[in-house]
């Protein structure tokens, strides 16, 4: 068992109440079991969880609906595994469903994992997206510091060049200059 599936499976362990069902879902490498949770009515959000999981780290692209909506839960930790899920599934749609989730300023208490997912993805989508997000980022008191430094530090390891003016601009907010300037550094 790797460290993510670990990491999930003691997350949702106690969610579940540590049922055979959920065992089963863990350890079972039957892939029609696992995406017939995903579609059957009245499933748990455990079990959902742990099938789209398990289905997408296998790249299955059954998984992929379920794991977009996990990336946008309000639960930081679903976040982080549906974003390792998706990593692992590579599927052509992640980075324009990440950048959709980034971007969407009604959901911007929800964009950290996505903003990181874009990072880790290197996608034509990834620059253009880290920039829409930052730009709306700099405005006096925003409160997500934490997305926009996300994307501050994502352009850097990005290196693009396109990223040079908003990340010039992020070095006049002070909770960003260190980081703008080193991203900046990275551009060359």
């Given amino acids: 068992m790797d460290e993510e599936l670990r990491s999930l499976a003691q997350r949702l362990r106690s969610e579940s109440g540590g ?16 995406a017939a949770v995903l579609t059957a009515p009245e499933r748990p959000l455990w079990a959902r969880e742990t099938a789209a999981f398990r289905l997408g780290c296998a790249g299955d692209r059954r998984a992929f609906e379920s794991l977009v909506l996990l990336l946008n839960h309000r639960d930081p930790e679903r976040c982080v595994s549906a974003a390792h899920a998706l990593h692992e599934l590579a599927d052509p749609r992640t980075a324009r469903a990440a950048a959709a989730l980034a971007t969407n300023e009604l959901r911007v208490a929800y964009a950290l ?23 709306r980022r700099l405005t006096p008191r925003d409160p997500y510091g934490r997305v926009a430094l996300a994307c501050v530090e994502g352009l850097g390891a990005l290196g693009d060049p396109r990223a040079a003016g908003v990340l010039g601009d992020a070095r006049g907010v002070p909770r960003l200059r260190a980081a703008a300037e080193a991203a900046l550094a990275r551009l060359g």
């Fill in 19 to 34: 049922p055979a069902a959920f065992e089963r879902l863990l350890t079972t490498g039957d892939h029609e079991e696992l």
């Fill in 113 to 135: 994992v996505p903003v990181r997912l874009l990072t880790r993805l290197r996608a034509p989508e990834s620059v253009p997206a880290l920039i829409t997000v930052l730009r």
